[in-house]
């Protein structure tokens, strides 16, 4: 199939979808390292290429016009599938990919990216994943120092060094063991519940920094704790066993709930939900394997 002399250049398309998002062609120029005048005379010469104006220029910055929102998410598709070819060939060369090294918080670890990535790395026999498992805090001390390319955190704390793509929307349960006096024992107050010891996961931990802001803004302090323990999976077993109550992911209960090992506790006016997102350090350029997976993970409204 020969393409048209009309085909834009994937640098101009690039070009122009920075201007898209960043709202001005000065912080597009300064995203790509470019002379603002050469991002102009790109973008004027992809105007005159596909005969449409895709931009309107306006005191405080560049908006895209409506044929040009529709060209930018085309170039999107566009740009992505060059990135995926870019980290293909450099695979096919290399013989073997550069490990991409993945560093995630324990809930998504355990039970969210396996099957993700397996997913992922079904069509690319070539690309090889290295990941590792810490708390949210120690995910984000990885990227920071480079010893990570791309992690994983619950924490619901703001990472202004980072860039951010949401993985999914997660709920966070409490519940209790069979035999627990809270087990069916209707609603509970939430200010009891904050008052209950509990068992928890370490300080750093996204799940107890999630519980901890919920309760925060019901103007309630952090919850006591009974015992602490450096997994999901070893909350549940103290759990089952007769251990004080816990606040966990939906992800890590749904078997337990099913089978009554373990019983959701109705808490009065605490609805805890949060976003599970992958990080990633905003100064620096994420290799094609990383902008893959990343593209494999988005959800499906972007």
Do not use: C
Not at 39 to 58: F, Y
Not at 255 to 262: E, M
Request: aromatic share 2%; net charge negative; charged share 20%.
């Amino acid at each position: 199939m020969a393409l048209p002399p009309t085909t834009p250049e994937l640098v101009s398309l690039d070009l122009f979808v920075s201007v898209v998002e960043l709202g001005s062609l000065s912080k597009a120029a300064t995203a790509h390292r470019l002379a603002q005048p050469s991002v102009s005379a790109r973008i004027r010469a992809l105007e005159q290429q596909l005969g449409v104006d895709l931009l309107e220029r306006t005191p405080t910055g560049s908006v895209p016009t409506e044929t040009g929102a529709l060209v930018a998410g085309w170039a999107e598709n566009v740009l992505r599938a060059a990135s995926e070819l870019n980290a293909g060939v450099a695979a096919l060369k290399a013989g073997r990919s550069t490990p991409l090294r993945v560093v995630a918080s324990y809930t998504i670890a355990e039970y969210l990216l396996p099957r993700l990535l397996e997913q992922f790395l079904r069509h690319r026999p070539a690309a090889t994943i290295r990941l590792d498992v810490a708390n949210s805090s120690a995910v984000l001390a990885a990227l920071e120092r480079g010893r990570a390319d791309l992690g994983f955190i619950e924490s619901p704390a703001p990472t202004p060094s980072m860039h951010e793509q949401v993985l999914a929307v997660d709920e966070l349960i409490p519940v209790v063991g069979l035999g627990h006096p809270l087990a069916g024992s209707g609603a509970v107050p939430i200010e009891e519940f904050a008052a209950t010891p509990l068992t928890m996961r370490e300080p750093g931990s996204g799940t107890r920094e999630s519980l901890e802001a919920a309760l925060a803004e019901r103007g309630l302090g952090p919850p006591p704790s009974a015992l602490e323990l450096g997994s999901t999976a070893a909350i549940r077993a103290a759990v089952i066993g007769g251990g004080a109550p816990a606040v966990l992911s939906s992800l890590a209960l749904a078997a337990d709930l099913d089978a009554g090992s373990l019983f959701r506790v109705d808490v009065t006016d605490l609805r805890i939900e949060r976003r599970l997102r992958a990080v990633w350090p905003a100064d620096v350029e994420p290799a094609p394997l990383a902008v893959a997976l990343l593209d494999h993970l988005r959800l499906p409204d972007g």
